[in-house]
């Protein structure tokens, strides 16, 4: 998410939370913390009053962005066989439906 956010240019950190919703300021800082020295995000300081600080996406970083755009695209094909699965899944686990409560249960003798 982070790397969408980053697509269209460089971000202040409190720009980046708006659309991140309830993400937590120490969670986006680790994330961005960790991407930086993985290669992904370069962090810009700016010797200002009040300081300024930007995030960007580096060369390496907007590789990601096809891979981002084709699992989108493949999710939103495939995302009715998806849910089908999954609903069909769910019945699977569940199993038969539970007697009612105060109901005996046949016992076959030969069990």
């Avoid at 991407?35 to 990601?64: K, S």
């Amino acid at each position: 998410m982070v790397i969408r956010c980053l697509e269209g240019g460089p971000c202040r950190f409190g720009e980046l939370r708006v659309p991140l919703g309830p993400i937590t300021p120490k969670v986006l800082s680790e994330t961005l913390c960790a991407m930086e020295r993985d290669g992904l995000v370069t962090c810009t300081a700016y010797d200002e009053n009040p300081p300024r600080v930007e995030y960007a996406l580096t060369p390496l970083g907007r590789t990601l962005i096809p891979l981002l755009d084709a699992a989108r695209s493949w999710s939103e094909t495939r995302l009715p066989a998806l849910l089908a699965a999954r609903h069909a899944g769910r019945r699977r686990r569940r199993g038969p439906a539970p007697e009612p409560p105060g109901r005996a249960r046949a016992v076959d003798p030969a069990s």
